[in-house]
């Protein structure tokens, strides 16, 4: 069963940044694409940023392109995404999720990590 545990989220000025941290485990991921979404307060989940586990191909949402990251380290079985100039509306539980590279939906998600950005 994939499991994925989200760390690295907390509090932090505007400017400043952050690395969150997927652990992922349960099975090998070669054919797997990992993703990061966000839901704000009051607002629907949005999709953040991708990549494809293999060949680690990257995707991002217009809204953080340039200033977010996402990688992975298949060793520690591990994504990350590191968040750089972060803003007040980047304030969200950011959460880990995976799926099939033959698939359009995430079936796996983590319990999220709140990142919180101050003014």
């Known amino acids: 069963q994939v499991q994925l545990v989200e760390s690295g989220g907390g509090l932090v000025q505007a400017g400043g940044s952050l690395k969150l941290s997927c652990a992922a485990s349960?099975?090998?991921?070669?054919?797997?694409?990992m993703g990061w979404f966000r839901q704000a307060p009051g607002k629907e989940r949005e999709f953040v940023a991708r990549?494809?586990?293999?060949?680690?191909?990257?995707y991002y949402a217009d809204s953080v392109k340039g200033r977010f990251t996402i990688s992975r380290d298949k060793a520690k079985n591990t994504v990350y995404l590191q968040l750089n100039s972060l803003k007040p509306e980047d304030t969200a539980v950011y959460y880990c999720?995976?799926?099939?590279?033959?698939?359009?939906?995430?079936?796996?998600w983590g319990q999220g990590t709140q990142v919180t950005v101050s003014s």
């Open positions: 990549i494809n586990w293999s060949g680690g191909t990257t």
């Open positions: 349960g099975r090998t991921f070669n054919s797997y694409v």
């Open positions: 999720a995976a799926r099939v590279l033959s698939s359009t939906v995430y079936a796996h």
